[in-house]
């Protein structure tokens, strides 16, 4: 069994930490997620109605945009 740690945040979680993100620009990212390629990076986890985001994924899906991957 590997030690892996996550690192998931809530959406109001995730804006406070990273103040360069704010909460409906995150929103706005997540409700197009499927159409924005944010879904297929794994980012995004919805438990029931929570939607929780994996920091490392996400900034990693960041750095994708803007190497235009």
């Known amino acids: 069994m590997t030690n892996q740690t996550y690192a998931y945040l809530t959406v109001n979680q995730f804006v406070t930490k990273h103040a360069a993100f704010n909460l409906g620009g995150l929103r706005s ?3 197009n997620e499927n159409t924005n390629g944010l879904a297929s990076s794994g980012a995004i986890v919805r ?12 900034f990693a899906w960041v750095e994708a945009q803007n190497k235009g991957v």
């Open 47 to 58: 438990i029931g109605r929570k939607v929780l985001i994996d920091e490392s994924k996400f």
């Open 29 to 31: 990212l997540i409700f």
